[in-house]
C-alpha cells in the first residue's frame, strides 16, 4: 500500500503519528523558507509542509518542483497547524514531510481540478477523467453508488431477487428505435440491444420468481433530445399476484426509503391523481405541486360576455401567479412575449391584476366587470396581491402552453427549490394515444399494459377513453418512474396487439414466445420501472443528469473521450457478413 | 394482493387461521371423496384439500377441473394434516379450502415441473420460463442473486464504489472479437460492446476515483466452446495506490467472505504458487489442489538406463494415484487408452504398481530395477497401495497431458467433492505469449499489464522470460479472477504497444486517450475481474454455469426462446447505412 491514511482522514488525535500519504497535488504556496502543498485523493485534502529550517534541503529543494496534479507519495508527521482551517475535517493538522517520492508527473490539466472549474462542457467530456477529479463530478458518482445500494439492499430485503436479463435479444419495430447488432454466427441476422427488459421480466413472473428487480442499462436509438443519453440505466421491477394498489405502496415505500436515509427528510403518503385531474389541473402528466397555482377553467365565468377571443376558443383557462399585482407593465409585455415564442405557442394573453384593496385590474376591463373578475378570481384561487394569467384556444394547445408558463413562473418566483421533494402518483393512464402521423392508435405505455376492465368495452367504440391499469411516480415536475398492471393472458394480449394494428403474423413473429408463455399458466403480475439517472440527479438537487454518468455520450451518441463509435476494418465488415452502403 | 400469506411460510402455529393462497397446481390427487393439490410458488409447497364431506359441492366439482400448472386463488382455513410429511416445512398443515378461483389456465407443459425433469436441455432452453419454476433452476437465479449482494456489500463497505462504464464503446482489433453496433447518427461509424471496462476503470482511477467496482456484462463474439457465453458476467474491480500485494489480500478476503457467508465454510489463507511452480507441478495455470497428485519429475532416475523411450524424452514426468495399485490390467489398459485419444495426445503411459510389501511392479521392469522404482516413488510421493503413471515427451505437451489424466483420475477416485472449496493464487505469470500463428508475442493478460520492474531488461533479449504483476484466483480447478497491476506512465505504456507490435499511429488511434490520461497524473493502480457466472456456478456446487444465467444462449449464439437473433427489415438497414453482403 503506498499509503497508511487517506486524505481526509487525519485530525488533531493523529499529532506526532508518522504516516504514509499519497495523492495529487491540488496546490502549492511557496514562501520561500516555506512551501506548503494541498495533497488531494478521493477522501479529502491535507496540507503538507516543508519547511527550510525543519525539512531535509533535498526534500525541501524537490518539493518547490511540484506541479498542479503531480501524484506523490509523502512521509512524515502530523502536526498541529497554527493557522487552522474549521472547513476542511482535516483542517486541524498539517504533515510536515520528511520523504517525498514523485510517483508521477503531470503536465498542465486544460482546465482547472476545482468545484467551480475554468473548463467548458466540451473540454471536460473530452477530459472526463479529469473532470471526474472535481468534487461536484465524484460526488455525483459516489452519490449515485449509495443510492442504488439503498436500493438494492430495500427490494432485497422484502425478497425481490435481481436477475440479469439478456443484453443480446431480438429487435422489435414497436415503440422506439432499437441499437442492432449484427450476428457473425448467424449470417444476415441481428440482435438488438434492449430498450427495456420488460418481456424478460414478464417471463420472470410466468417462471415464479414472483419479486424481480435489476438495475440495468437501457438503449435506444433516438435523435438525442438535450439531457438524453442513448444508453441509461432503469431500475426494473415486476411482481406476481399483485394489484395495482400493492405495486404503489411497495414503491412508494422505496421512495420514501430512499429519500429518508438518503437525504434525512419524511415524506407524508404520496398524493394519487388521476391522468385526467393531472391534465385539466396542471396542463402536464407530471405535475411540479412543490408550488400550488393550479388551473382555473374559466369557460362559465369567461364566455358569457363580448370577448370574441374567449367565446371562439375551447378553453379558457388561468392561473394565479402568486404576489405578482405588482409586475409593471414590461414585466408582463415581457411574459406576453415568452408565452408567444413558438416553443409555447400562445396567441395572446389576458391578465388580472387582485389588487391589495379587493378590487381587479385586468387588459380585458373593456369586457369584464368586477363581479366577473372575481369570479376568475375564485375560479383560480387568486389572492389580493397576485396576478392571474389567462390563456384561451384549443383545449390541449391552451393547457400545454399554460402549464409551461406556469412552471417559467415558478422558476422565475423562486418555488423550484431541490431542497423541497413533492412526490406524487399519476394514475389511470389512458390505454392508447392516436398518432395523427400514422393514423392509428398507439399503446401510450406499450403493448403489454392491461386495459381497465370496466373500460374494455370501449375498444370498439371509443379506444382513445380506454383507461389503462398504468401508474407514473412524479418528483418535482420529472417522471422518475411508471410501470402498469400487464395482460396476463392470450387471448387479450393477442386483442391488444390487433388494435395496435398487428396482423396475427406479425404479433407472431414478434411476440410469439410471450403469448406462447401466458397458455402455460401466468399469474397475475405488474411493475414499474424508474430511471436511476433522473432518479439520482433530482435527489441529488440536480435538473440535468449528465454528471451522474460517469462516462456520458454528446448530443450527437458520440464518446468524445475515446472517440466512439468509429469505423471498424473491411475483415471485420465481412465477418459479420455487412457492408457500408 | 392475491395472497394473505406464500405457499412456504404456513406451519402448525397457523392452525384454524383463514387464509389466500394464490400458486400453480403441481399436482393433484383425486381420491374421489376426497382430493389433494398441491400449491406451489416460489418458496415453497402448501396442500390443499377439497373434500366431499366438508367443502361446498361446487368448490368441491371446480378442483376436480384442475390441470398441471394452473394458476389459481384458494381461500381456506390452515388444519393439521393427518399424514405429516417432516420433508417440507409446511408438511404438518393443509389447507381446507373454502373458494377456488382459477386465475389462469394452462395447457400441459412439454416437460415436467420437477427437481428431475424429463425435459431434454433443448426444450429446456425453448421453454426457459418453464424451466425456471423448477427448484433447481429457481434456486441457482436466487443463489446468484445472494452472492451478488453479499459482494457489493462487502466492497461497499470497503469504500469501493460502483460505477457504472458505458456498454457503447469502441472497437478495437486486440483481443477477442468485438460485437458492433452501427450508428444511425455516425454514417459509417460503429460502436463497440465491452469486452470488460479495463480502459475506463484505468480511467477511473486517473479520474481519482480509488476503488472502484462494477457487476457489469461483458461480451465477445467468440466461437462457443462448451459453457461459454457471448455475453457473461464480471465483477470487475480496480484499486489506486496499491501494489500487488495489497490486490491480493482484499480479493482473498472478498472470496473468503463469500465462502463463509454463503457456504458457512472457513478457509485458510489462500496458498499463492508462482505460475512456474503450478506448470511444473500440475502440468497446468488452475490447478485443483482439492487432492494432492503432485507432478515428480523423473528425467534424473529415470534417463540412466537403457529405455530409449524415456533417454530420448524432454521431460519424463509422473503422479502417484492413490490407492490405484489394484486396478487390473484391464483397468490400467482403458486409461493407456485414455491418454492416447488425441484430445489428450500421449504416445503411450508406464506404470508402476506400489505393492502393499514395498515393493514395486511396473510395466518397465525390464529397464528398471526396485531402487530405481523407489527412487520414482519418492519423486511422486508415491506410498504403498499407490500407483504411479509415468508419461514422457516434450516438456509442455507431456505436462499438459499429464494433468488431464491427473483430473481424469481424480474425478474416477471420487476427489473433486463439489461441497470442498480449496482456493488458491497464481502469480508471476509471463507478460507475453509467442502466438506460432502471427509469428508474434501477444499480451499474456492484456496489453496494460506491468511487467515485473526487475524483468523489464528481458523485453529486449528475450520476451518471453519476462514476468508481470499477473495473477489468477483459481477456485477448485477453475480461474475465477485474474488480474494484474497496471502500467500507468506513457512512456512504458508506448514500449508495450511497440512490443506487441502495434505502430505509433495504431496504438494512438485505439488508444490515444488512455495514453494521454496517464499524462495527467496517473497514480500506480491495478485490479481484478471475477468471472460471476463461473465463480457462482463452482459456489452452488455445480460444474456448468448455464442454470445459473437466467435467459442463455446456446453454442450457435442463439436464444431459442425468443428465436434471436433475427432478420430486420430493410428501412431499419437503410437507416444505419449499411447493407447485407
Known amino acids: 500500500m503506498y499509503r497508511s491514511h487517506n486524505c481526509g482522514e487525519l485530525n488533531a488525535s493523529h499529532i506526532n503519528t508518522e504516516v504514509t500519504l499519497a495523492g495529487w497535488v491540488q496546490k502549492s504556496r511557496d514562501k520561500g523558507f516555506m512551501n506548503w502543498v494541498d ?123 435481481e436477475v440479469e436479463t439478456p443484453y443480446l435479444i431480438k429487435s422489435t419495430p414497436e415503440g422506439a428505435r432499437d441499437f442492432v447488432v449484427p450476428s457473425r454466427m448467424n449470417e444476415g441476422q441481428f440482435y438488438a440491444l434492449p430498450q427495456s427488459p420488460q418481456t424478460f421480466k414478464q417471463l420472470l413472473m410466468v417462471g415464479g420468481m414472483d419479486k424481480y428487480f435489476q438495475i440495468v442499462k437501457c438503449f435506444r436509438d433516438e435523435d438525442l433530445r438535450a439531457d438524453r443519453q442513448p444508453e441509461f440505466t432503469q431500475i426494473d421491477c415486476e411482481m406476481a399476484f399483485v394489484e395495482q394498489e400493492d405495486i404503489l405502496n411497495i414503491f412508494e415505500g422505496l421512495t420514501r426509503h430512499l429519500l429518508l436515509e438518503i437525504k434525512g427528510i419524511e415524506v407524508d403518503k404520496f398524493p394519487r391523481i388521476t391522468y385526467d385531474y393531472a391534465m385539466k389541473t396542471y396542463g402536464n402528466d407530471k405535475p411540479d405541486i412543490r408550488f400550488d397555482m393550479k388551473f382555473g377553467e374559466l369557460n362559465e365565468v369567461a364566455q358569457h360576455k363580448e370577448f370574441p377571443v374567449f367565446n371562439a376558443a375551447e378553453l379558457v383557462v388561468g392561473i394565479a401567479a402568486p404576489g405578482c399585482a405588482s409586475y409593471t407593465r414590461k414585466e408582463i409585455d415581457a411574459l406576453i412575449d415568452w408565452v408567444k415564442r413558438p416553443q409555447v405557442g400562445a396567441s395572446g394573453m389576458v391578465y388580472v391584476k387582485c389588487e391589495a384593496n379587493g378590487t381587479y385590474k385586468s387588459s380585458v376591463d373593456k369586457f369584464y366587470d368586477q ?44 418555488l423550484r427549490n431541490p431542497a423541497v421533494f413533492a412526490p406524487l402518483w399519476v394514475v389511470d393512464f389512458p390505454l392508447l394515444e392516436f398518432d395523427e402521423e400514422s393514423g392509428r392508435y398507439h399503446a401510450m405505455h406499450h403493448p403489454f399494459t392491461s386495459p381497465k376492465p370496466e373500460d374494455m368495452a370501449l375498444l370498439e367504440t371509443d379506444p382513445g377513453k380506454v383507461r389503462a391499469n398504468a401508474y407514473d411516480m412524479v418528483l418535482n415536475g420529472n417522471e422518475i418512474g411508471g410501470g402498469s398492471i400487464r395482460i396476463h393472458d ?19 413473429a414478434q411476440f410469439g414466445f410471450l403469448m406462447d408463455a401466458f397458455q402455460y399458466g401466468a399469474p397475475p403480475h405488474g411493475g ?54
Open 39 to 161: 495533497l488531494r485523493d478521493r477522501y479529502g485534502i491535507t496540507q503538507l509542509i516543508f519547511d527550510e529550517s525543519r525539512s531535509e534541503k533535498s526534500v525541501f529543494e524537490k518539493a518547490k518542483t511540484l506541479g498542479r496534479e503531480f501524484v506523490i507519495q509523502v512521509k512524515g508527521t502530523v502536526i498541529e497547524r497554527e493557522a487552522k482551517n474549521k472547513n476542511i475535517p482535516t483542517g486541524e493538522i498539517e504533515i510536515l514531510v520528511t520523504e517525498l517520492t514523485v510517483l508521477n508527473q503531470a503536465i498542465t490539466p486544460p482546465f482547472t481540478i476545482e468545484d467551480e472549474t475554468d473548463g467548458g462542457e466540451d473540454i471536460r467530456m473530452k477530459y472526463r477523467y479529469l473532470d471526474i477529479r472535481r468534487n461536484p463530478v465524484k460526488n455525483s458518482l459516489l452519490f449515485r453508488h449509495k443510492v442504488a445500494m439503498e436500493v438494492r439492499k430495500y427490494l432485497s430485503d422484502l425478497d425481490f431477487c
Open 371 to 414: 363581479e366577473d373578475l372575481a369570479n376568475w378570481a375564485k375560479a383560480t384561487d387568486a389572492k389580493e396581491g397576485d396576478m392571474i394569467f389567462v390563456l384561451s384556444g384549443p383545449a390541449n394547445k391552451t393547457r400545454a402552453a399554460l402549464s409551461a408558463l406556469r412552471m417559467e413562473l415558478a422558476t422565475r418566483l423562486g
Open 490 to 508: 392470450k387471448a387479450t394480449q393477442a386483442l391488444m396487439f390487433k388494435y395496435l394494428g398487428f396482423t396475427e403474423e406479425e404479433a407472431k
Open 528 to 581: 414499474l420501472a424508474f430511471g436511476l439517472d433522473r432518479l439520482v440527479a433530482i435527489l441529488g438537487g440536480q435538473e440535468t443528469i449528465r454528471d451522474f454518468i460517469a462516462f456520458p455520450k454528446n448530443n450527437s451518441g458520440r464518446d468524445v473521450m475515446i472517440d466512439a463509435p468509429s469505423m471498424i476494418d473491411e475483415k471485420q465488415l465481412n465477418e459479420l457478413h455487412i457492408q457500408l452502403k
